[in-house]
């Protein structure tokens, strides 16, 4: 079993920044590609960001430009920074890892955690 606890998240203005981290513990081995999810209020979890343990990134459209992940493989974290941020970027973000950049839809994911609440009022 792996443990995700994610932190970092407020209220903040929009145009304002926020860092985000992310801890896993237990059962890692198998996070080659560690990501960053969002859910709005109301909506789908979806992925935003993706970095492997190589380096190698993928944004997704909304955030690129404006989001940087990286990660720390010595103390099994993942990070997101958060700037410009929009009323749309309003939700919950989590963390999780997979094995490769292909396969981190958040429907494969059964073990989630409890996520960090970010709230970007205008």
């Known amino acids: 079993q792996v443990q995700l606890v994610e932190s970092g998240g407020g209220l903040v203005q929009a145009g304002g920044s926020l860092r985000l981290s992310c801890v896993a513990s237990g059962n890692i081995w198998r996070m080659n590609v560690m990501a960053w999810y969002h859910q709005a209020p109301g909506k789908q979890r979806k992925l935003v960001a993706r970095i492997s343990s190589t380096g190698s990134i993928i944004y997704s459209d909304s955030v690129k430009g404006r989001f940087t992940i990286s990660r720390d493989n010595a103390k099994n974290m993942v990070y997101l920074q958060m700037n410009s941020l929009k009323p749309d970027d309003t939700g919950v973000y989590y963390c999780?890892?997979?094995?490769?950049?292909?396969?981190?839809?958040?429907?494969?994911?059964?073990?989630w955690g409890q996520g960090t609440q970010v709230t970007v009022s205008s």
């Open positions: 999780n890892g997979g094995a490769t950049m292909a396969v981190m839809d958040p429907r494969l994911f059964r073990n």
